[in-house]
């Protein structure tokens, strides 16, 4: 067995094991807790990134635990798809690890001068566990696409949300904690479906190893089973991922959770939900896919059509920044879906390209309105009349940010588009591919009120007169390296979409 | 149609005025006049750069280069052809006029309008450059989004209203070109490239489907062009915006929507297509309505730059009627008027800045004895005014004379009419300032009845209004000189007709 082989296990494991380190070491060095986390999230980068030419060249790379062969032991099975997602999964998680940094604890200036600070400073005693679940979370998400074992992926599905859960609450006070307990109320239902779900698969095949479970329900006819465990799955992770109408939860999660939460949950949580929908679907079901189970899928780029217009419409009836930016995600999710939803190669490049693309600039948004809450305190739009003589770069950041998400080119989120539009053209749905071009439009409507409203207009009176000025170099940074990323993956796509493509293909031709 | 040949110039064109930015976001805040410097040598290099492929173009030469594929099959892809170098050589010499002038002209929160007008320099070329009607929509797109802050730019309720209104209309049309150009690549053949005379043909397409991109294509840049019923954005913003982005906007954006039209229509379509789907009915149409309406609204305003708003309106249809007669006159008439309508809009708004800045007036009824207090401000009005009538010795002259005779070629003569009509209206909506300004004595004070220099005290502001109304007359006497728009434009009508 070649070294190259123990990356995968050990991009994921040093996070958890970094993470029940943390608290102990806090018993003596509280400081120390961002620096060890953002130590092992770059290991976890750097091991992810050396995985990609491995497995491109082998088509995937397949890791035996404790050396028990599969369907026995537990298999990690990185296609490339999956080692894409760990890529971007430990840069997003490591970039928010640094903004969290300050974000947390800022830096108070020298004696004699005013300082206003209205964010969610959390008590030095607090932030190693913050950080310790911070760790748990992006472990358990490389796992959960790192993995090539159902039930292994239940497992980490469930801590994935527990940790989730927990983050949404840690500020401690009513309002997250209220929008903790929704989330709650909503996904651990959903993770009982899930396992409901791979209980009837286990229950017809004896096994737990997606690719042993996919041979044998590719031999017989389960019939309905096939159909409702599906169903049920599709259900399941569709509430973690907030597809419309089950997205309730998120808009509560994503505005009250400290922002640097929200950026992941948005960036990358939900899309491990989707991410779930297309590993059951291609490498579990592969068989029955364009066959039995094909209305589903199509159905489900009719839910993700209706996903994008209500989540603009929504968007744009906000008057709160962070609420604002949670429903464009429910709107994104559908983007992502309808990629899913069309079953085409080129759709799912799209897909997957707006997976990306999305997930740095929705991260960006939240990293923004998170600095402008920390030096603000304003939630408001409307109080963000002329953040920018303040805060100018933040800003700048965010306007970036929202040429991607409203899908000018040559920017990240109009590649994903096109691809979204080309697929549906080539699949004949010519109203889908209207769809995605008329969620532009009503994207534009409210990112750039929000743009218009923080560089064209003077401040209210008195507003921002107190506010300190730019936030500090270790939060901008994280900001500005997600923004200018979302415009680099728009004009370098040639390079990227080959990959996606490849992706994509091995998917589809499992079956 | 000769092969490219691979060339930096395009690229540097546009990235020129992108260095000009940088230097105003870097350079400390205290060194205004360095920075209005590299402002305008920003727009003079993109100028130069343009004005250097001058003798190879009339060689017949195409330049280009293949900067990045954006998605697959398709890439960012710039080529120089003539009727791309004609545009870009417009523009670019009206924006070093504008941006001397705005040095002049613009005293508040200057830094924002010349880096935003540096970017849409630089979009706007891109758009002339474009080797692809996609490549044509990113810039074109952009372009829309960077001149937005040009209109908003004083800040004023109006100013924001008329901003808004601009993107309620613009927005939308991009995503109706987003469509053409998505219907076009998917199911009308899948080349997007402007190099050709037309890349649709029946055979890869239904007429119904042809005749949905064309008529999304039309409506789409139609927006920018001012056609009739997507006009209304255009009178709202140019009294909104300072004086050199107004001249901008009726100079060079409002045809970078006619110069779309131009691609599409030559190159996507190609002339036969074009006449076999039966397209060029409704665009006679609609020009024809376009260029009435305009004229007729335009008598209405009371405000100078709104009535000029008006007139502009109707001017940029001449382009589109030109291109839709199909005659070889007819299209080098429409062609040269871009040029053309340029330099007399151009002046136009410079001097109503100048009368703005100078009197305060906003009003025609106002102006009374303005042509006393600023005779050479004035002088140059009134040069332009006549020529937008059509007055001989003047581009405006040519550019009818071209489009009637064209009208006449293409056996099409009561579109004459059309043209005569327009220049009637012209002439009762722009003599009126003309008398008002010269032969109307102000009430209040009756001591200026003699020229008055003093009151032409900014030359920043005077030279380029007057370097304008010289050209309108040159222009107009010594039509075939090489570099000036019949050069160019016939090179492009003998590609066409042959």
């Known amino acids: ?188 239902p959903a993770a009982i479906v899930v396992l409901l779900g791979i209980g009837l698969l286990y229950s017809v095949t004896g096994s737990l190893n997606m690719l042993d479970i996919a041979g044998r329900i590719a031999d017989s ?61 291609y490498s579990v079901y592969g068989a029955y896919f364009a066959s039995d189970l094909a209305w589903i899928v199509n159905a489900l780029s009719w839910v993700a059509a209706a996903a994008i217009i209500y989540g603009a419409i929504m968007a744009i009836r906000q008057s709160d920044l962070k609420i604002m930016i949670a429903y464009s995600t429910v709107m994104n999710i559908g983007y992502i879906m309808l990629g899913f939803g069309l079953a085409d190669v080129t759709a799912l490049v799209g897909g997957a390209y707006h997976i990306v693309g999305h997930a740095l600039a929705k991260a960006c948004f939240f990293l923004c309105a998170g600095s402008i809450i920390s030096r603000s305190g304003y939630l408001k739009i409307d109080d963000l009349k002329g953040a920018a003589r303040k805060m100018p770069l933040t800003c700048a ?11 000018i080119p040559p920017t ?43 560089f064209f207009l003077p401040p209210a009176d008195g507003a921002w007169q107190q506010v300190a000025g730019e936030a500090p170099a270790s939060m901008l940074a994280p900001t500005w390296l997600l923004a200018a990323g979302a415009l680099a993956l728009g004009i370098f796509s040639s390079w990227i979409v080959p990959f996606l493509r490849e992706a994509a293909e091995s998917l589809m031709l499992l079956n | 149609m000769n092969a490219e040949i691979g060339c930096m110039r395009p690229l540097m064109a546009i990235l020129l005025p992108g260095v000009s930015l940088l230097a105003i976001l870097l350079l400390p805040g205290k060194h205004q006049t360095l920075k209005r410097a590299v402002h305008i040598a920003g727009s003079l290099g993109a100028f130069g750069v343009v004005l250097s492929m001058l003798p190879g173009i009339l060689d017949g030469n195409v330049y280009g280069m293949e ?10 892809h710039l080529t120089v052809d003539a009727l791309g170098f004609y545009f870009g050589l417009v523009l670019t010499f009206l924006w070093v006029l504008a941006t001397v002038y705005s040095s002049g002209y613009i005293k508040h929160k200057d830094e924002r309008f010349y880096g935003f007008m540096a970017l849409c320099n630089s979009f706007l070329l891109g758009c002339a450059f474009s080797q692809n009607i996609f490549t044509y929509f990113v810039f074109y797109e952009l372009m829309t989004l960077a001149s937005f802050p040009l209109i908003i730019h004083e800040e004023t309720d109006a100013a924001r209203r008329a901003g808004i209104k601009y993107l309620k209309y613009a927005i939308p049309a991009g995503a109706v070109i987003l469509f053409a150009i998505l219907l076009h690549f998917f199911r009308g053949g899948g080349d997007l ?21 064309f008529l999304a294509y039309f409506g789409g840049f139609g927006v920018k062009a001012a056609i009739v019923p997507l006009e209304g954005w255009v009178p709202d913003a140019h009294p909104a915006a300072p004086a050199p982005a107004s001249a901008l906007l009726s100079g060079v954006i409002l045809k970078a929507g006619a110069f779309g039209i131009i691609r599409v229509v ?17 665009m006679i149409v609609l020009a024809s309505i376009t260029i009435i309406l305009g004229s007729v609204r335009a008598l209405a305003q009371d405000n100078l730059k709104r009535r000029l708003a008006y007139s502009s309106v109707g001017q940029v249809s001449y382009i589109l009627l030109g291109i839709a007669l199909m005659s070889p006159l007819g299209v080098l008439g429409g062609i040269m008027h871009l040029a053309h309508h340029a330099l007399m809009k151009g002046c136009l708004f410079f001097c109503s800045g100048i009368i703005l800045k100078k009197t305060g007036k906003k009003n025609v009824s106002e102006m009374a004895g303005v042509g006393y207090s600023l005779p050479i401000t004035m002088i140059c009005f009134s040069i332009c005014a006549l020529a ?73 502001m005077l030279w380029p209004a007057v370097v304008l109304a010289v050209l309108v007359i040159v222009v107009g006497v010594w039509v075939t000189v090489p570099a000036f728009p019949h050069s160019l434009a016939s090179m492009v009508v003998r590609v066409l007709f042959t």
């Open chain 2, 388 to 460: 937008m009538m059509g007055t001989p010795l003047t581009v405006g002259f040519i550019s009818k004379w071209l489009l009637g005779s064209g009208a006449v070629q293409a056996d099409k003569p009561a579109l004459i009419i059309v043209l005569l009509i327009s220049a009637l209206l012209s002439a009762f909506y722009y003599l009126p300032i003309i008398y008002t300004a010269f032969f109307r004595r102000p009430q209040e004070d009756s001591e200026s009845q003699t020229f008055q220099f003093k009151g032409e005290t900014s030359p920043a």
């Open chain 2, 67 to 76: 900067l990045i594929p954006i998605v697959e099959l398709i890439s960012i």
């Open chain 1, 412 to 454: 990240a989120g109009f590649v994903g588009k096109w691809y979204l539009v080309w697929g549906s053209f080539s699949t004949g749905n010519f109203l889908l591919g209207a769809v995605v071009i008329a969620g532009s439009i009503m994207a534009a409507v409210y990112c750039f009120r929000v743009v218009y409203y923080m």
């Open chain 1, 221 to 281: 006819a389960y019939g309905q089973v096939i159909v409702v465990s599906y169903v049920i799955l599709i259900v399941g992770f569709a509430v973690k991922a907030a597809v419309f109408p089950l997205h309730v939860w998120l808009p509560d999660a994503h505005s009250k959770a400290p922002s640097p939460i929200s950026a992941l949950l948005s960036g990358l949580i939900v899309k491990m939900g989707i991410f779930g929908m297309i590993r059951v679907t």
């Open chain 2, 266 to 282: 030559v190159n996507v379509f190609g002339l036969d297509l074009f006449k076999e789907l039966n397209l060029w009915i409704p």
């Open chain 1, 1 to 188: 067995m070649e070294a190259y082989q123990h990356f995968a296990i050990y991009a994921i494991v040093t996070p958890l094991f970094v993470a029940v380190l943390i608290p102990i070491i806090a018993l003596w060095k509280k400081n120390w807790a961002m620096p060890l986390a953002g130590l092992a999230l770059s290991l976890s980068f750097v091991l992810s990134v050396l995985l990609v030419p491995k497995v491109r060249a082998a088509g995937y790379l397949s890791y035996h635990l404790g050396s028990w062969e599969p369907p026995f032991g537990i298999e990690i099975r990185i296609d490339f798809l999956g080692v894409l997602m760990m890529v971007l999964i430990s840069s997003i998680c490591l970039i928010v690890a640094i903004y969290s940094l300050r974000y947390l604890a800022p830096v108070r200036p020298k004696e004699g001068k005013t300082f206003f600070f209205f964010g969610e400073e959390m008590e030095a005693g607090k932030r190693p566990i913050y950080y310790s679940l911070y760790l748990v979370l992006a472990a358990s998400m490389l796992g959960f696409v790192a993995t090539g074992d159902i039930f292994n992926m239940f497992v980490f599905f469930e801590l994935m949300a527990i940790c989730s859960y927990a983050l949404v609450a840690i500020p401690g006070t009513g309002l997250p904690i209220r929008a903790a307990i929704k989330y709650m109320l909503m996904a651990v």
């Open chain 2, 193 to 213: 490239s402007l190099v050709s005379m037309g890349t649709l043909s029946l055979d890869a397409a239904s007429r119904t489907l042809l005749t949905v991109v």
């Open chain 1, 397 to 407: 950041a965010f306007a970036l940010a929202s040429l991607s998400i409203v899908g």
